[in-house]
């Protein structure tokens, strides 16, 4: 088997197909079809298609914050985008396992996010919606990732902290004891810039405090590019979007 990045200048649908669920009118399906994504080529209105791509993890249950910041914004992004666009939302089950998790509650954790994001109005019609640990490319691709990255950069990363003081009940980040720290944690964000990549995503709505992760992808997908050269670039260097809707104060 030839190495990922071989594969990906070798098959152009690996990062150019991405999986639309199916749904009847029973359950959505965990079976997987494959929808190529648009060419470069100009839209109708001559701009270069868009492909966005934003995830959640199935923990918690969504409080008015997500469906504001986040969900709400989605569909948004769906109703807006171009018909050459292509939409993507993921499930990102991988990211759940930076923290400790009961298998069971997990399991039903994942029906139940993609349950929400039907029930706030994502169309598996015109947005891709699919659960991340289905697609071993994920991670393949986080892996390289990671031996592209520098310890230097993911210390400047401080979400971890956040997610660490929420998960002791600490006050603040300064009560985070790093000793609890693992290593998929404090990775994650390389795994998050491989969410995005993978689809050679252009375009990527998240939070103000994950607009970091956005700048480490921008530079891991610049190290790629430059690493595996190619005729072209192989990544592009995703945007980050910015919600237009009003988030509830201590809610996003």
Partial sequence: M?????????????????????????????????????SSAASESG????????GIQPTGIPHLGNLLGALLNWVKLQREA????????????????TLPQEPKA????????????LSVGLDPERSIIFHQ??????????????????????????????RLAASRNARDDSEVDESLLNAGLFTYPVLQAADFL?????????????????????????????????KRRLFPLPEHVISTLSVCPNEG
């Fill in 2 to 38: 030839f190495p990922l990045h071989h594969q990906l200048r070798r098959t152009p649908t690996f990062a150019s197909s991405a999986c639309r669920a199916s749904h009847s009118s029973k359950r959505v399906m965990r079976g997987l079809r494959c929808r190529p994504f648009a």
């Fill in 47 to 54: 701009a270069r298609p868009r492909v966005v791509f934003s």
């Fill in 82 to 97: 171009a018909r050459d666009d292509r939409v993507i939302y993921s499930i990102v089950g991988w990211h759940a396992l």
């Fill in 106 to 117: 997990l399991s039903a954790a994942r029906s139940d996010m993609l349950a929400v994001l």
């Fill in 133 to 162: 640990d289905e697609n071993p490319h994920h991670v393949e691709l986080a892996w390289i990732l990671n031996c592209l990255t520098s310890m230097g950069k993911l210390k400047r990363m401080t979400t971890w902290k956040s």
């Fill in 198 to 230: 993978a689809y050679r995503a252009t375009h990527v709505p998240v939070g103000e405090d994950q607009q970091q992760h956005i700048e480490l992808c921008r530079d891991l997908a610049e190290s790629f590019n430059k690493t595996f050269k190619g």
